[in-house]
T-cell receptor
């Protein structure tokens, strides 16, 4: 499983755009990149997933360069309720190769300041 | 509401006692997982199941067992609890065991072994 590296913590003011970058130099051809959000005392919540280029949904955007060795989660105009831990995960999606097991690192603790 | 139900929400357990954490999903997801989350260590995979009738070991399986008799249920059993198993336990499920789908997590079970 590819290892990921992301900042331990980030601070941002309300209303700003936040970009969290994750490095995954050993990403494999079949790997997907997935981001999760976790609030205290809750389970992680799926935010967005991508394979290449750009993916956008109602919550965030995910930018993946052509070499796929990194990815950036972009949260537009954050609010206090976006304060959470954000996890970047990379996993092997080969069908039949065994269980697709997501490995969680320590994540990035985002603190949104009023 | 479709999702994952975990029970109990919290439990204080005497060391040496047997305990089963329950997990039920109503999304007809094929794959299910158990993670534990400890401060400073992130989420670690205990056991997984690609489909009903099959199970596999994750990163930290010792002291735990699972079964997958049907699609919906994936109980986690601690045969003889020890204090080091004090943790928050999260059950998760995924539509497929391949990488194209995200995980849905339950709200967790906070277990304290004394």
């Amino acid at each position: 499983l590819a290892k990921t590296t992301q900042p331990i913590s980030m601070d941002s003011y309300e209303g700003q755009e936040v970009n969290i970058t994750c490095s995954h130099n050993n990403i494999a051809t079949n790997d997907y990149i997935t981001w999760y959000q976790q609030f205290p005392s809750q389970g992680p919540r799926f935010i967005i997933q991508g394979y290449k280029t750009k993916v956008t949904n109602e919550v965030a955007s995910l930018f993946i360069p052509a070499d796929r060795k990194s990815s950036t989660l972009s949260l537009p105009r954050v609010s206090l309720s976006d304060t959470a831990v954000y996890y970047c995960l990379v996993g092997d999606g080969r069908r039949g190769a065994g269980s697709y097991q997501l490995t969680f690192g320590k994540g990035t603790k985002l603190s949104v300041i009023p | 509401i479709a999702g994952i139900t975990q029970a109990p929400t919290s439990q204080i357990l005497a060391a040496g006692r047997r305990m089963t954490l329950r997990c039920t999903q109503d999304m007809r997801h094929n794959a299910m997982y158990w993670y534990r989350q400890d401060l400073g260590l992130g989420l670690r995979l205990i056991h997984y199941s690609n489909t009903a009738g099959t199970t596999g070991k994750g990163e930290v399986p010792d002291g735990y067992s699972v079964s997958r008799a049907n699609t919906d249920d994936f109980p986690l059993t601690l045969a003889s609890a020890v204090p080091s198993q004090t943790s928050v336990y999260f059950c998760a499920s995924s539509k497929s065991n391949t990488g194209g789908y995200g995980y849905t997590f339950g709200s967790g079970t906070r277990l304290t072994v004394v």
